[in-house]
């Protein structure tokens, strides 16, 4: 048809546009749904996810997809026969079939090995929605192809600017590094929301050798459609330990960038993507093709329900995205509220309430039903009178009268709830029994490490091949006799075998076994269920998210890192003069080193003379204590600090700090000397000192005390000036720039007033050649001691 | 003869790109259309008209269903069925002066039902005033497929032998300019039909009904006029459009675009482009306008009612012209309406004859609107998060609906300048006449024609 030729005249020396569909994803967040179906074929308000990604794939223009399988393989190619997927002209689909891989790494290997991926290629797993137009992204990772032949992908993501948007569709933070310019990945980092997450994040130096600005950002949402270059599969080939494709894959790639092979990054704009991979995605995702955002994938255009036992969807659209079918009958009494689909042959009868739901085709619900906010597949059967909160009931399951589900329940395939029963929130009932109890919804990813070499039945869950050999199969299908019982209770009669049911679990008169209950008040477990989460939690969130998301720097990096730099410095300098101190160096070496830390770290002579000079006052006084803000003293430098901290409220107490004091400052004067090469250092110090006594900027929670000095502090700008450390001017400078400062800056200013005053005394009695006092204060001063 | 399978093929691609928005447009949905129905009637050997009637109208339902709002699907199928249908009506005719069709009807075995519901038959030719009153009559003649009982199996040969001998003198009587083409055609199947023998070898698959070749015909002069609507409308812009005028347009139309631009040949005028939300096809307008040197200028959709006291007249395209006269036309033109009316300043649409439906705004099973996503109208991470609260019934809730038409209703409307002229609302029901859209096609639910 004219479209795809004018298209395809467009680029003209077009290779075929191929695209590697995971029709698995390797995780178990949906069980215990995937034991019987591949979570690919479950329905998303309708219509099985696989189809959503096939027909975006087909609308791109792709023309061949390899899909590959693993776990149901059997019933994804049937469907894929069906649903004509098979049997497009212009769109070819391969099976790829391998019943015991374990993760995506596996998938791309086995790819590799066959040997059918000759260009460029979109990745992509069976479970994304997306109306992205592709062709851009293409278009992007092209040109960088030709430029450079190491932009091996190109990772398509989304923004999200708040916290609650990502916990809606249940995902993990994620941490990117990008350079502005190139849009090139350098750091992918993905916190998975268990454990402390550290405020800072230390960015490497040398990202800025080759830029000049990079970005890191925090609202950007994965949306696992990657475009890649052939050179990816061998990537994965290469390198045999690789599992996933994010955590393993890119990060790997990142971090081997001595290698060449860059990432890139696409960041959408205005189009709308998202993976379904969890529950509380299923549930968010829903609501989006329901309020249309992923337009025209949307029910009223009937674009994806190609056929299968119900032919072509006819959806039609009404106020407040309600979406009904063909042949829909809702009791005049009823009422279908706001966000609901409802599929064809199905019945509301009188007084039942519907409300942001999708119910499937042929369901029957009775009268006085409250359904709000669930997923209720195709030949479900709810009964008069029961209440359904935000849950998930399978294909064919049948709720008797009475009952109440509560939020994120998980009602498995044709499994019989009793009369009157009430199902707790977050608890999962399925016609399988588990193999083994294990804390279901912990797991997670991860633990590919864990799974081992064994090899998955082909009729269990894909899900199956990945938990430990330990734990065996999650579950097995359910019996014909189980079935068979079921179907009895369904229609009230008497199974004919003996099938136990747990009833406490399903009520009297219910069919199936408990699958997992969950803690309502684990956040893992609310992370991830299918009600949503909760506004406390979401609040919680926010606040612990507020700084700004996007951080664009310059040269100032370490405005990045929540470290403030002064203390990092600070630390350097006294690590450096403690080692000098204990290794008992010459005040030349001493000096030579702290030049050279002072060239590092670009800075002035006052700054290494201002933390030598607290670090060496801080000898005077007991060991810092070690403080969750500060850096501790390390143990081989322990030893050269006082051991005891003198009684300031007593003169011989201040006595003590001040000989000690004076004893260090005769030693290191000449050094500091060195250092204070200008009036202007010496103002410095003298700021510092005051900083110092009185625990502010950099000496602020530093367990240093400093504050003891501060009871001493007249005295000790004396011993400064007797040392000559400091001489008059800087005195007379930092007095005249203080006179007018705030109140409670001029704390010391007051405190040295006998000192100043003195000074200046000094100062008009030396003019007229007097310099007894000065020998008599020096007198005084050594009488104290 | 059912449909074959690389037609099936086809009419399944266009539907899929109509689904998918690949083919957006009344003009590009009008011409594929038109297209696939030549395909259709082309490689579709079918005896008789009725069986052409019925894979048409067949075909026609599928595509329409594919995207119910774009009309010009059901347009161009009702054009292809309306030519069919004419050509068979002159087939009857020529037959008409050997053997009465009143008498051939009640002579028809098994045909009572018909013979009831037709109470008279006139034999006249196709007018504006009896096509209406006509139409039951033609579909009921075409309602006798040969196979559906053994009467009616007889008559189809039968007629064929009757029309055999008919053929000759009247292609000789034709007075009509295409006289020469239609003998040349009849000779050429006669050629194919007398191989065949005389009766029995008619309903086999070689024997194509005749007339078809002239239904091919036409649709290629549809094809041809589709491709030249635009330029057609065009060129009467120097009739409308008078120097020193201010035009006020709203968003993106190209044939609102080369009207402007035909008539900035001649005169000169100044145009102000409405930017037309959430679409913004104004900006894009406005830049082709002011490329072509026309004087632009482009202001905010809430800025029309203002604007409107200085403009002389509005230029406007439309996405469908609707039975009553009303419009369906991109969102923000029934403003743009109301604000012309307010100030007198007369409202012309723009609009090709391919766009003219017979559907009535108010019929209940068409939804005249496409509903697209709100990510026009608002980021999606602004309202994210006000979605999924825990309460539901005290959520904060903001709804985003982001319609793609407006119906503009005909007593706003001033003018319309059409690929055949300008005509005013209350004329369009004649127009409907003249293009073949009988009362019985229109009232026959969504589709439209079954």
Same mark, same amino acid.
């Given at each position: 048809m004219a479209p795809r030729k004018s298209a395809a005249a467009g680029m003209e020396p077009k290779e075929t546009l191929t695209a590697i569909l995971l029709a698995d994803s390797f995780t178990q967040r949906f069980l215990p749904v995937t034991v019987e179906r591949p979570k690919v074929l479950l329905p998303l308000v309708n219509v099985p996810m696989l189809d959503y990604t096939l027909e975006w794939l087909a609308a791109n223009e792709v023309e061949e997809v390899f899909v590959f399988c693993c776990a149901h393989a059997d019933m994804i190619k049937e469907h894929l026969d069906e649903c004509k997927w098979s049997s497009q002209r212009t769109f070819k689909i391969h099976v790829v079939v391998s019943t015991n891989c374990l993760s995506a790494g596996e998938a791309m290997r086995l790819l590799d090995q066959k040997d059918v991926i000759k260009s460029d290629f979109i990745l992509i797993s069976g479970d994304v929605v997306s109306n992205l137009k592709i062709a851009t992204v293409l278009e992007e990772h092209r040109k960088r192809r030709q430029q450079d032949k190491n932009a091996i992908m190109t990772l398509v993501m989304k923004t999200a600017s708040d916290a609650g948007h990502r916990r809606r569709v249940g995902d993990t933070e994620l941490l990117v590094a990008v350079d502005s310019q190139s849009q090139r990945l350098l750091r992918y980092e993905e916190h998975d929301g268990t454990g402390k997450r550290s405020k800072a994040v230390p960015v490497d130096a040398h990202y800025f050798g080759e830029r000049d600005v990079i970005q890191l950002r925090s609202d950007l949402i994965d949306c696992h459609i990657y475009v890649c270059a052939p050179e990816v599969l061998m990537l994965f080939s290469d390198n045999f330990d690789y599992q996933n494709i994010r955590r393993d894959f890119v990060i790997g790639v990142l971090s081997e960038e001595e290698l060449g092979n860059k990432l890139f990054l696409h960041v959408l704009q205005h189009d709308y993507a998202a993976r379904v991979h969890n529950l509380r995605s299923y549930d968010a995702v829903s609501r989006d093709i329901l309020q249309r955002w992923a337009f025209p994938y949307v029910p009223d255009t009937n674009l994806l329900h190609k056929a299968g036992p119900w032919g072509e969807s006819t959806y039609t659209y009404g106020r407040h995205h309600i979406y009904k079918e063909r042949g829909v009958s809702v009791a005049r009494t009823a009422a279908v509220k706001r966000d609901t689909a409802i599929g064809s042959g199905t019945t509301v009868e009188d007084g039942s309430v519907i409300d942001a739901s999708v119910v499937g085709r042929n369901c029957r619900i009775g009268k006085n039903v409250r359904i709000t906010g669930c997923y209720i597949h195709d030949n479900v059967t709810i009964w008069d009178g029961s209440l359904l909160i935000s849950a998930l009931i399978c294909e064919g399951a049948t709720i008797m009268p009475d009952v109440v589900i509560g939020p994120g329940a998980i009602i498995s395939y044709k499994v019989v709830i009793g009369k009157g029963h009430h199902v707790p929130a977050y608890s999962s009932i399925?016609?399988?029994?588990? /193999?083994?109890h294990r804390a279901s919804f912990s797991d997670d990813e991860l633990e590919y490490a864990q799974a081992g070499q064994q090899t998955s039945p082909s009729h269990s869950g894909s899900e199956s091949g990945r938990r430990p050999a330990a734990h065996g199969r999650p579950g097995d299908l359910p019996s014909v006799e189980v079935i068979g019982a079921a179907d009895a209770l369904r229609v009230g009669a008497i199974p004919e075998a003996e099938v136990e049911f747990e009833e406490h679990i399903v009520g009297r008169g219910g069919a199936g076994f408990l699958w997992g209950h969950n803690d309502p008040h684990d956040d893992a477990v609310t992370q991830f269920?299918?009600?949503?989460?909760?506004? !406390?939690?979401?609040?919680?969130?926010?606040? &612990?998210?507020?700084?700004?998301?996007v951080i664009t720097v310059g040269d100032d990096v370490q405005d990045l890192s929540h470290i403030d730099p002064e203390v990092s410095f600070k630390r350097e300098v006294s690590e450096t003069f403690l080692r000098c101190v204990k290794m008992g160096f010459d005040q030349d070496l001493v000096v030579i080193e702290l030049n050279g830390l002072k060239i590092a770290e670009d800075r002035s002579f006052a700054d290494c003379a201002r933390y030598v000079f607290t670090t060496m006052a801080g000898l005077c006084l007991p060991v810092p204590a070690p403080h969750s803000h500060a850096h501790s003293i390390k143990e081989e430098y322990r030893e050269l600090y006082n051991d005891s901290a003198p009684d300031m409220?007593?003169?011989? &107490?201040? #006595?003590?700090?001040?000989?000690?004091?004076?004893?260090?400052?005769?030693?290191?004067?000449?050094?500091?000397?060195?250092?204070?090469?200008?009036? =202007? =250092?010496?103002?410095?110090?003298?700021?510092?000192?005051?900083?110092?006594?009185?625990?502010?900027?950099?000496?602020?929670?530093?367990?240093?005390?400093?504050?003891?000095? &501060?009871? /001493?502090? #007249?005295?000790?700008?004396?011993?400064?000036?007797? #040392?000559? /450390?400091?001489?008059?001017?800087?005195?007379? !400078?930092?007095?005249?720039?203080?006179?007018?400062?705030?109140?409670?800056?001029?704390?010391?200013?007051?405190?040295?007033?006998?000192?100043l005053d003195w000074l200046r005394t000094a100062e008009t009695e030396e003019e007229s050649e007097e310099g007894s006092e000065e020998v008599e204060k020096e007198d005084e001063e050594s009488g104290e001691e | 003869?059912?449909? *074959?399978?690389?037609?099936?093929?086809?009419? $399944?691609?266009?539907?899929?790109?109509?689904? @998918? @928005?690949?083919?957006?447009? *009344?003009? %590009?949905? %009008?011409?594929?259309?038109?297209?696939?129905? @030549?395909?259709?009637?082309?490689?579709?050997?079918?005896?008789?008209?009725?069986?052409?009637?019925?894979?048409v109208r067949a075909v026609g339902t599928k595509i329409q269903a594919a995207k119910p709002l774009e009309m010009a699907v059901g347009n161009m199928v009702r054009r292809t069925l309306h030519m069919i249908r004419e050509e068979s009506q002159q087939e009857v005719e020529e037959q008409q002066p050997h053997k009465p069709a009143v008498a051939e009807q009640e002579a028809a075995p098994g045909l009572l039902s018909k013979a009831l519901r037709a109470p008279v038959l006139g034999i006249r030719n196709i007018s504006l005033h009896n096509l209406l009153d006509q139409a039951p009559l033609d579909s009921a003649q075409f309602m006798e497929p040969p196979r559906d009982a053994r009467g009616a199996a007889q008559l189809t040969p039968q007629q064929l032998f009757q029309q055999q001998h008919a053929r000759q003198p009247i292609a000789q009587r034709q007075q009509a300019p295409e %006289?020469?083409?239609?003998? *040349?055609? +009849?000779?050429?199947? $006669? %050629?194919?039909?007398?191989?065949?023998?005389?009766?029995?070898? @008619?309903?086999?698959?070689?024997?194509?009904?005749?007339?078809?070749?002239?239904?091919? $015909?036409?649709? +290629?002069?549809?094809?041809? $006029?589709l491709d030249e609507i635009e330029n057609n409308i065009a060129v009467q812009a120097v009739e409308h459009i008078h120097a020193n005028e201010v035009i006020l347009t709203f968003g993106m139309s190209n044939t609102t675009l080369l009207f402007l631009i035909e008539a900035a040949k001649k005169r000169n005028f100044q145009v102000i482009v409405a930017e037309g939300a959430p679409s913004y096809g104004g900006h894009q307008m406005a830049r082709a306008l002011a490329e072509a040197g026309v004087t632009t200028t482009a202001i905010t959709d809430s800025a029309i009612f203002a604007m409107m006291a200085r403009v002389n007249k509005v230029l406007v395209g439309a996405h469908a012209l609707l039975a009553n006269g009303g419009v369906m036309a991109a969102v923000g033109t029934h403003l743009v309406a109301l604000a012309a009316k307010k100030h007198s300043v007369p409202f012309v649409v723009l609009v090709g004859l391919h766009k003219l439906s017979p559907l009535f705004p108010h019929d209940p099973s068409v939804i005249f609107n496409d509903f697209k996503s709100p990510a026009d109208v608002i980021d999606f991470n602004v309202i994210a998060e006000t979605m999924d609260p825990e309460d539901e019934q005290e959520a904060p809730y903001v709804h985003i609906p982001n319609p793609a038409f407006d119906y503009v209703p005909p007593e706003l409307i001033s003018l319309f300048v059409t690929d055949t002229g300008g005509y005013v609302p209350s004329y369009v029901y004649r127009l409907l006449a003249d293009y073949g859209s009988s009362h019985s096609e229109i009232s026959s639910g969504a589709a439209g024609w079954c």
């Open positions: 399925s016609l399988c029994r588990r /193999v083994e269920s299918i009600a949503p989460p909760l506004i !406390a939690s979401i609040a919680l969130d926010e606040a &612990g998210s507020d700084d700004g998301s409220a007593t003169q011989a &107490g201040r #006595n003590q700090l001040l000989a000690r004091f004076l004893a260090k400052l005769k030693q290191w004067a000449p050094l500091l000397q060195r250092f204070l090469k200008t009036e =202007d =250092d010496q103002v410095e110090l003298l700021l510092t000192l005051e900083e110092f006594c009185g625990e502010e900027g950099a000496f602020e929670w530093s367990g240093e005390r400093g504050r003891l000095f &501060g009871h /001493v502090f #007249n005295e000790v700008c004396q011993l400064l000036y007797d #040392n000559e /450390v400091i001489g008059e001017d800087p005195f007379d !400078a930092w007095a005249r720039e203080k006179e007018h400062a705030e109140e409670d800056e001029r704390v010391f200013l007051r405190k040295a007033q006998p000192f | 003869m059912s449909i *074959s399978p690389g037609l099936l093929d086809m009419a $399944e691609d266009f539907c899929t790109h109509l689904r @998918r @928005r690949q083919v957006e447009g *009344s003009l %590009a949905t %009008a011409k594929k259309t038109a297209e696939l129905m @030549r395909t259709l009637v082309t490689t579709q050997r079918h005896t008789d008209a009725q069986g052409l009637v019925d894979d %006289a020469d083409e239609v003998s *040349s055609i +009849n000779e050429a199947s $006669e %050629a194919g039909g007398e191989r065949e023998g005389p009766e029995g070898g @008619r309903r086999k698959k070689g024997s194509v009904w005749r007339r078809r070749a002239l239904v091919i $015909e036409q649709l +290629n002069e549809l094809i041809d $006029e």
